[in-house]
T-cell receptor, first 115, second 110 residues
């Protein structure tokens, strides 16, 4: 089991460029999440999905779009990158637990710099 | 709104016990998670509390008081490898979302 993988690990973009971050999980989890982590801000939820074909907005969705066409994949798109989107992006997946959503399993992160 | 508070930094001595506190205010609270994150790495799961009381897992224990909106993580017999950031996260039962605190950076000194 690879767990949660993210592609790419590092990326440098120029302002206005677009890119897609790919997250894949092989644990058959229903739930998938995209977070960004900035110094002093903690992890903030961008978008999430509770199942294949569904997506929802989190705390900081502006400037991002997502798609969940297959259960195992969750894509995060930046249509027109801005310097404020320089961050570390983490993908996570989780299962339905007995009392709520189970623990989250995180990918290794993508370090994005927008110049 | 959502508000998760935890101390920014703590320092403790190898072999000692340290308690990291977390207070939360969330709508539709379901449970409280603790994660460990070493520098440059992804967070990893430590513990989950949904009911009031103490959950013990080896050197790590976590406590929850739902009425007080309060949790703590207790680390015993500290080791140098425990130097990391500890994140508390409140699970909301509206939309299956998680709200993270900014993390407590723990430094273990000899």
């Amino acid at each position: 089991n690879a767990g949660v993988t993210q592609t790419p690990k590092f990326r440098v973009l120029k302002t206005g460029q677009s890119m897609t971050l790919l997250c894949a999980q092989d644990m058959n989890h229903e739930y998938m999440y995209w977070y960004r982590q900035d110094p002093g801000m903690g992890l903030r939820l961008i978008h999430y999905s509770v199942g294949e074909g569904t997506t929802a907005k989190g705390e900081v969705p502006d400037g991002y779009n997502v798609s969940r066409l297959k259960k195992q994949n969750f894509l995060l798109g930046l249509e027109s990158a801005a310097p404020s989107q320089t961050s570390v992006y983490f993908c996570a997946s989780s299962y339905q637990g007995l009392a709520g959503v189970g623990e989250q399993f995180f990918g290794p992160g993508t370090r994005l710099t927008v110049l | 709104g959502q508000n998760i508070d935890q101390p920014t930094e703590m320092t403790a001595t190898e072999g000692a016990i340290v308690q990291i506190n977390c207070t939360y205010q969330t709508s539709g609270f379901n449970g409280l998670f603790w994660y460990q994150q070493h520098a440059g790495e992804a967070p990893t799961f430590l513990s989950y509390n949904v009911l009031d009381g103490l959950e013990e897992k080896g050197r790590f224990s976590s406590f929850l008081s739902r009425s007080k909106g309060y949790s703590y993580l207790l680390l015993k017999e500290l080791q140098m490898k425990d130097s990391a950031s500890y994140l508390c996260a409140a699970e909301s039962n509206t939309g299956n979302q998680f709200y993270f605190g900014t993390g407590t950076s723990l430094t273990v000194i000899p």
